[in-house]
């Protein structure tokens, strides 16, 4: 069956810290992939999405993500971050792409920025 | 995301007791899902619904059940409510396309 892997159950930085969450997936084929941030309190919100193309791909509130298919990986990244990011990050994925399958999630990752 | 309502938004109830769960969308879209979310557990998928005549179980579909009574309207049941059913609930639209999924904003039930 297939799976995504968030490798980081809790992160905590200072802001103006760098971030990079790390995901991975266990499916050979086409996949879209996405982040999702759910701030406390609040429901899960698309921060980005890759189906095709360039697999750099630019979010909301300044976060990219890396599509690298020989990795299986969608790691989000952001170059700083402020105390608002605060919150829990998912990514997601669904094997097959386009309209097949159903989304899976990862766990998880929360993170917490110190101001 | 506005488009995606649920009620209620907060439910406390007794164990045995049957609960309803009623999620709309004005999105217009044909797909729509319900997930429990539970601390260190991500989403897990309920059931799931592709169009109204069709339904289907998801991972963690025993002791729920679901009615789509209109391509907007998606209802999750809880027969006989236990505690480990405690937990977040979300219902999710997506298109046709590219499965990309709206939330709502959920119900934190509780079941003493």
Redesign the interface.
């Known amino acids: 069956a297939q799976s995504v892997s968030q490798h980081n159950?809790h992160v905590i930085l200072s802001e103006a810290a760098s971030l990079e969450l790390g995901c991975n997936y266990s499916y050979g084929g086409t996949v879209?992939l996405?982040w999702?941030v759910q701030y406390p309190g609040?429901?899960?919100?698309?921060l980005l999405?890759y189906?095709s193309g360039d697999p750099l791909v630019k979010g909301i509130k300044g976060f990219e993500a890396e599509f690298i298919k020989s990795k299986f990986s969608f790691n989000l990244r952001k170059p700083s971050v402020q105390w608002s990011d605060t919150a829990e990050y998912?990514c997601?994925v669904?094997a097959g792409?386009?309209?097949?399958?159903?989304?899976i999630?990862?766990?998880?990752t929360k993170l917490s920025v110190k101001p | 995301d506005a488009d995606v309502t649920q009620t209620p938004r907060n439910r406390i109830t007794k164990t045995g007791k049957r609960i309803m769960l009623e999620c709309s969308q004005t999105k217009g879209h044909d797909r729509m899902y319900w997930y429990r979310q539970d601390p260190g557990l991500g989403l897990q998928l309920i059931y799931y619904s592709f169009d109204v005549k069709d339904i289907n179980k998801g991972e963690i579909s025993d002791g729920y059940s679901v009615s789509r009574q209109a391509q907007a309207k998606f209802s999750l049941s809880l027969e006989s409510a236990i505690p480990n059913q405690t937990a977040l609930y979300f219902c999710a639209t997506s298109d046709l396309w590219n499965n990309e999924q709206f939330f709502g904003p959920g119900t934190r039930l509780t079941v003493l």
């Open positions: 159950h879209n996405f999702y609040q429901h899960l919100q698309l999405k189906f998912f997601a669904n792409g386009g309209s097949q399958g159903n989304l999630f990862g766990k998880g």
